[in-house]
């Protein structure tokens, strides 16, 4: 079974397929780290963000290197990768990649911003994850808090409103909800509700595969 889940920065997304894989037994992909990655990698490089050439290099060659994973989820990443991310040329080179993990005989959880749409638009079960840009930031600055990095509700509530237009706005694999994916918008959920109703709609969605099949 593969479980597809899409949404904007900091929507939730992230820690539903984590808990939705670990009760299913299901391996888990978070292909935001992928395009943060590929960033880090040309920032290592000294390279500029706009360098498309290098951003697709460093794309393919993500195996070979290694990643901090601290690193890969600071806010400078997160911002450094929707620039890369909006490069046809580098989605194209994570594809395969992140088809490949789909493919897997048991399935797979796959979340990011176009895995219902554009990378498993065949996934049986498709989750949209939402929140108010205010309900996101202050997440995201509770997250950060915790690790120790700069946390400034406003510049966090920026950075969102920014991504979100950029991810939206770019003309390949923009950030959208795919027309058969389940609404689920978490503004007023804590985790533990929003992860009851992630569950109730994919029983929802096995049970009727299982009528129809
Ligand atoms: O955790 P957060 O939602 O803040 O970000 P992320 O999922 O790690 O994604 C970082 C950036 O990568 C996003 O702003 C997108 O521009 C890009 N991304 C994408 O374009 N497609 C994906 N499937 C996943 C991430």
Redesign the pocket.
């Known amino acids: 079974m593969i479980i597809a889940i ?6 939730g ?2 820690t539903l397929a984590r808990l939705l894989a670990a009760h299913f037994g299901l391996p888990h992909l ?7 990655a590929t960033a880090c990698a040309l920032l290592d490089e000294g390279r500029p963000l706009d360098d498309v050439a290098a951003a697709v290099a460093a794309a393919r060659g993500l195996a070979l290197r290694h990643f901090d994973d601290t690193r ?2 600071t806010r400078e ?3 450094a ?6 490069m046809p040329d580098v ?1 194209a080179a994570l594809i395969d990649l ?1 088809r490949g993990f789909a493919s897997r005989p048991e399935g797979a959880v ?6 219902g749409t554009v ?1 498993c638009p065949d996934a049986p079960v498709k989750i949209f994850v939402t929140a108010s840009a205010e309900t996101r930031a202050r997440r ?1 600055a509770l997250e950060l808090a915790a690790r120790g990095e700069n946390a400034d509700y406003a510049g966090i509530l920026a950075d ?1 409103r920014r ?2 237009e ?2 939206s706005a ?1 003309s390949f ?1 923009p ?1 959208q909800a795919a027309q058969d994916a389940f609404m689920l918008d978490t503004t007023d959920l804590d985790i533990e509700q929003a992860f009851r109703a992630a569950l109730e709609a994919v029983e929802r969605k096995l049970a009727l595969a299982r009528k129809l099949g």
């Open positions: 899409d949404g904007p920065a900091a929507s997304k992230g978070d292909t935001g780290l992928l395009y943060r890969l989820r990443m997160g911002e990768a929707s620039l890369v991310a909006a989605r992140q796959l979340d990011g911003r176009d895995i990378i995201r969102v991504r979100d950029r991810d770019r694999a950030l």
